[in-house]
């Protein structure tokens, strides 16, 4: 039995994700802004004033990871943190006003990022294909 990389589940996901980054890259350039900074802001327009562990559970990146998006967009003026009222030793992330201006801006550019990833394959696959993804998740 041999082993058909290109036909490799692991592989193909691996090259579409290799795809859909580029191109959220491409679209968030101009507002000086990574994908993995573009997923903080997209929770934080959800749930403002989380802990840095909230974000991490909730976005499924480490802990430390974290910390370092969260220290660029508070340098880039998008989110500050903010002492937890209820545990001294933690941080809320809240997001500033240009944080919270960039939602729809930032939206539009995903969206277009969305409009060419869609323009691949057929209307109603770009929906299995997402509640695919989330059960492998």
């Known amino acids: 039995m ?3 990389i290109e ?15 580029s191109l959220c890259k491409e679209e968030l350039a101009v507002y000086e802004i990574t994908p993995p900074q573009f997923i903080l802001l997209a929770y934080l327009w959800k749930l403002d004033a989380v802990s840095q562990t909230e974000l991490s559970e909730a976005t499924q990146i480490d802990r430390t990871t974290i ?5 660029r967009l508070v340098n880039k003026g998008l989110v500050e943190r903010q002492q937890h009222p209820a545990d001294r030793r933690a941080y809320r992330i809240i ?4 944080g919270r201006e960039l939602e729809k801006e930032l939206c539009i550019a995903a969206s277009r990022v969305r409009d ?3 323009t691949r394959i057929l209307p109603g696959e770009y ?3 997402g509640r695919l993804l989330k059960r492998l998740r």
């Not at 036909?7 to 980054?21: D, E, I, N, P, T």
């Open 127 to 129: 929906k299995t294909l």
């Open 67 to 71: 910390v370092g998006i969260v220290d």
């Open 7 to 21: 036909r490799s589940v692991g592989f193909l996901l691996a090259k579409a994700y290799q795809h859909v980054v």
């Open 116 to 118: 060419k990833l869609t």
């Open 95 to 98: 997001l500033t006003t240009r």
């Open 2 to 4: 041999t082993f058909d």
